[in-house]
């Protein structure tokens, strides 16, 4: 299997390379306007040279493209086959799995190592470029730019994979009888989807880049090519919202330490391009109605490429120290280089293409949608600019003045959150302001319900006992909260108003019912009512993160009958149980849960030893409800006592974390949705009056 | 030119209201001295290598964060500031002990260029909108409505304007 792993592997980059290399060609004849001539034996005795169509020569790039997916396919299964098949002779099984390790983690195997994770990349880019050649004729132009761009990012992939960082390297010497087992940290369930999961996302982002690539490269008329672009950009941005989230809670059921954001640099390089993606996401529709940012668009698309393979830079090179790293290796200076190359490309098709790029800058006024939408864009990069300097300045104080310092948790709460919690005022200001122009009435107007519901839940938190100061001195956790809590009713109430504003008119005018309205507004703009429920998310989820201002835990050594109380519960150790398996031995503490002096349900935290590599686990019980989340961490046994010691969170509304993610990814899903018709054009209603020129400006009265 | 001023002057509060509301997010650090044991334990790393804060290190048997945590505790009983803790830890353990860069030296410079960037794109975003804003100007009919009656016209530019749909279709 190990042979035919490497020869598909070598397959695919022959192919890979071909794409590149015919379909650069094909698309410069294209562009030339000349045919391809080569000389054969039929024609070279006749003294004519064979003219081959450029548009033949492009779409045997293209299926070489498609052949290329075929080939990587087969060098996944090959090494899935041989975990399976405990083909130890293969070092990539051999440290990354064994024999009692269970089905689906031995799935998992395939990402948990450098060379494994390289080939899910290639597998899920050749995945990508696929289904983006299959739907060429979408605009065969474009389409065949697109994917001879992704040809090169795919040859560089399987080039590493081929020759730096082969998967199917075989073990020198006696072959073990078994393998060293799978990190135990990935052994949780939601390490068989958050890996991929984050890979869709992060790889994702090379189909917009080449999209933006190749419409620069072809001088790409008119705006099309962005909607086909944003499309893309909003796919590969929901797999990489959900591997993100998903990498979260697994971080907050496994880790336990209590919190789900460590603010590790391998967690800041998966959110970076997130954050350049979101900017994008918002600042396109500029281009699209506009005409506007045109320049600002493509960069932010090259930007958020270049942040992915930063990031696969950070993780793979040993750069950072992170608890997510592979193992230091040669191919971050692969990475370098092919970074540097792709900036250069860029900016050179920039500089030879940029008179393409005319925008018509115009706003009328300086209040109004398209505003905020800049600011929005300033925030977002802002936000990403911080993240990448908390990042990379450990290195650069190691270069300038020799010494590493840390970057952490305490940096990140200072600076970045009080940029989130603007964002966060954007997104609740952005709708409520028309395009084009807005008048003070219009604002005073559409602003008074949501001041009212922020300074309502002001009022509401501090007779609630919530206090930003403490001990004469502003609390900044608790500040923070408040001020969260306050924007997140605002903007919440922003948004319920424009769906309750929307709906009305509909209703209004077709007698339906407001429930029915409103789905009949959102189905007929699924894209601006989706986005405000993509919104509603994101509040949702802030509350969530906002509730850790008021985290509390307690840790105790407990013997049989002890107790400790935390917030409304008190815990009371019943006993120890033990159990044990081929993969792993581990330990139970039984806990009784008491509420109001009665037992409410049985808490089972769990330590578990993993047999093939001897590593401890930990796996936290959780008990969630909407108001918190009762979280307890089984530490071990005090070996002086012999005493289990329990450590228990009270983590309020963390819940709505998870929640908030639901409500996002349907969201999304409706804003992909195609519209069903214009919005107006069932609401035929009879004539009244004359129309006069103000009506027809637009904008809010 | 009344209206011109108020609607200026309405600006200007707004703008300083938010300006100070940003200074105080920024310049707000803890300052519990009940809870400073657990403040300057989440402001310090643990140095086993787990690279998790001092305060939230939760490996039982950790050979580091038990000492360090004695030696903190030990330090706040002594009477010591925050910068005397921070150096003598900084001393013992090296630099990277600290959760955050200090605000000297180079240090300083991880806590200046955030806001420094921000303040820039902040300024260069008002110049960009000042310089595209192009006043108030009748914008052209919507194509949609050009083949509509003038009264329908009225209607349908109404529902528009009160659903903020139409031709400004999408988000």
Not at chain 1, 85 to 94: C, G, K, Q
Not at chain 1, 126 to 145: E, N, P, S
Not at chain 2, 127 to 137: E, K, N, Y
Request: aromatic residues 12%; positive net charge; glycine residues 8%.
């Amino acid at each position: 299997m190990a042979a035919f792993g490497s020869f598909a592997l070598l397959i695919a980059l022959a192919l890979a390379a071909y794409n590149l290399l015919a379909g650069a060609l094909a698309l410069r004849l294209i562009a030339t306007g000349q045919p391809l001539t080569t000389p054969t034996s039929k024609n070279r005795s006749l003294g004519t040279p064979a003219r081959i169509s450029p548009e033949r020569l492009a779409d045997t790039a293209r299926r070489a493209g498609m052949a290329s997916f075929v080939a990587v396919t087969a060098a996944a299964f090959a090494l899935v086959w041989s975990v399976f098949s405990d083909d130890f002779s293969i070092t990539y099984i051999l440290e990354h799995s064994n024999r009692a390790l269970p089905g689906a983690y031995k799935f998992s195997a395939l990402w948990s190592g450098q060379e494994g994770s390289l080939l899910l990349w290639a597998w899920l880019l050749a995945a990508y470029g696929f289904v983006l050649r299959l739907t060429h004729k979408t605009d065969v132009k474009l389409y065949a730019y697109a994917g001879t761009i992704l040809a090169g990012i795919q040859a560089f992939f399987l080039a590493i994979l081929c020759f730096a960082a082969p998967p199917f390297a075989l073990f020198q010497g006696a072959v073990p009888d078994d393998g060293n087992g799978l990190n135990p940290l990935l052994q949780y369930p939601e390490m068989v989807i958050h890996p991929p999961m984050l890979y869709l996302g992060y790889v994702g982002f090379s189909v917009p880049f080449a999209f933006a690539l190749g419409a620069l490269m072809m001088r790409y008329p008119g705006e099309r090519w962005i909607k086909v672009t944003r499309v893309w950009t909003m796919v590969t941005w929901l797999f990489l919202t959900c591997g993100i989230f998903l990498g979260m809670h697994w971080a907050y059921a496994v880790l336990g330490w209590g919190g789900y954001w460590g603010w590790d640099p391998v967690e800041n390089a998966s959110f970076m391009p997130w954050l350049t993606g979101t900017a994008f996401l918002h600042s396109v529709m500029m281009q699209e109605k506009k005409g506007m940012m045109k320049s600002w668009n493509v960069w932010l698309i090259f930007t958020t490429f270049l942040l992915t393979m930063l990031g696969t830079l950070l993780t793979r090179a040993g750069l950072v120290s992170s608890v997510h790293a592979f193992a230091q290796s040669s191919i971050g200076t692969w990475f370098v280089v092919f970074m540097g190359m792709v900036l250069a490309v860029c900016i050179f098709t920039y500089i030879l293409q940029r008179s393409h790029m005319q925008s018509e800058h115009q706003l009328e006024s300086l209040v109004s949608r398209e505003s905020s939408f800049l600011f929005n864009n300033l925030v977002l990069l802002t936000a990403c600019f911080v993240i990448l300097w908390g990042t990379l300045f450990p290195i650069l104080s190691e270069y300038v003045v020799g010494s590493k310092v840390t970057v952490g948790a305490p940096f990140y709460n200072r600076v970045a959150v009080p940029i989130g919690l603007f964002l966060l005022f954007l997104t609740g200001v952005g709708p409520l302001l028309p395009w084009r122009a807005t008048s003070l009435r219009a604002i005073r107007r559409n602003f008074v319900l949501p001041s009212i519901a922020l300074w309502a839940t002001v009022i509401v938190c501090l007779v609630a006992g919530a206090r930003p100061w403490k001990d004469g001195a502003l609390d900044a956790g608790n500040f923070y909260a408040l001020v969260a809590f306050a924007l997140s009713a605002g903007v919440l109430t922003a948004i319920l108003s424009e769906f309750q504003r929307g709906a009305g008119v509909i209703s209004r005018q077709t007698g339906r019912n407001l429930l029915a309205a409103t789905w009949l507004l959102t189905r007929r703009n699924t894209r601006r009512y989706g986005g405000y429920i993509v919104h509603i998310g994101v509040v949702v989820i802030v509350i969530g993160l906002a509730g850790a201002a008021f985290n509390r835990n307690v840790e105790s050594e407990m013997a049989l009958h002890d107790k400790i109380s935390i917030g409304p519960y008190t815990l009371v150790e019943v006993g120890a149980t033990q159990d044990s398996n081929a993969n792993y031995n581990s330990e139970y503490a039984l806990l009784d849960v008491y509420k109001d002096g009665r037992k409410q349900f049985q808490m089972t935290p769990e330590k578990r030893v993993y047999l093939a590599s001897g590593q401890p686990q930990t796996m936290v019980a959780i008990h969630s409800v909407p108001e918190w989340d009762l979280y307890v961490v089984y530490e071990g046994t005090n070996p002086d006592t012999g005493q289990p010691i329990i450590k228990a969170f009270l983590n309020p509304l963390v819940g709505w974390i998870w929640a908030g993610l639901v409500v996002l990814v349907l969201g999304t899903l409706v804003a992909l949705v195609p519209a069903l018709s214009p919005a107006t054009a069932a609401l035929r209603v009879p004539a009244r009056t004359a129309p006069t020129e103000p009506a027809l400006k637009g904008g809010m009265a | 030119m009344r209206s011109a001023s108020a609607r200026l002057s309405f600006w200007m509060k707004a703008a300083q209201a938010g300006a100070l509301a940003v200074a105080v997010c920024f310049s707000l650090g803890a300052t519990d001295a009940n809870s400073r044991f657990n403040d300057l334990g989440h402001r310090l790393m643990c140095t086993c290598g787990c690279a998790q804060l001092l305060g939230e290190c939760n490996h039982v048997g950790c050979p580091e964060s038990r000492r360090e945590r004695e030696e903190l505790k030990a330090a706040i009983a002594a009477g010591k500031s925050d910068k005397d803790i921070f150096d003598w830890f900084a001393a013992k353990y090296g630099a990277t002990v600290l959760a955050a860069p200090t605000t000297q030296g180079f240090d300083l410079l991880a806590w200046i260029a955030p806001f420094a960037v921000f303040g820039a794109a902040l300024l260069g975003t008002i110049l960009l909108v000042r310089r595209w804003s192009v006043g108030a100007t009748l914008s052209m009919p919507d194509p949609d409505l050009a083949s509509a009656d003038p009264d329908e016209r009225v209607r349908l530019e109404k529902i528009r304007r009160e659903t903020d749909s139409g031709s400004d279709r999408g988000f």
